[in-house]
């Protein structure tokens, strides 16, 4: 009698501990019980935009003949500069970043001084209404790039669906896009530029 209510209380014990456990495992099973809930896929990492690859692509003539209001009203051409390398950026006196990068881009304009490189900062905004904004940021930053006002279907080709500012296009003496990036990184903008147009002399 005394071994069966032993036997009672051992399997008691054994049902408890179980019901309290809260997960069951297969008779027969050594593996730990599955996770409740699986644990969360991390980030996925942020990559910076890759460069232009592939073929390259030509600046048709039609644009390059296109005239560019500059900020004195004069005008310019793309064409003007054939023969030379071609740095463009595209930026706005709003943009935060845009601010940030020219400084760096200048001190690249001017190791360039003495080569066959031309640097023109073309804007979309309206030149009704934004022209005072615009001066004051050139002034502010000391931009002395070619400064012109770029009409909506050039920025548009340029610009290649990009919607981000500050954007960077390096074109060659053919009249080529050989480089294109959007965006800026403090301390290295101005690192790939000079790498950008040291490629496109080649």
Known sequence: MKAILLILLVLSASLSASAQSGRKRPLGSTAPPAPIQA??????????KEELSGPLLNVPESFREREIKGLDD????????QGKVIVINIWASWCGPCRREVPEYEKVRKAYVSKNVEFIGLTAEDPRTAKAKVNKFVRDVNFTFLIGWIDRETARFLMDGRGAIPQTIVLDSEGRIVNHWSGYTSGQSGNRLRQAIDGALQ
């Open 39 to 48: 644990p969360l896929n991390p980030e996925p990492e942020v990559k910076p």
């Open 74 to 81: 004069t005008t310019f051409k793309l064409a003007d500069f």
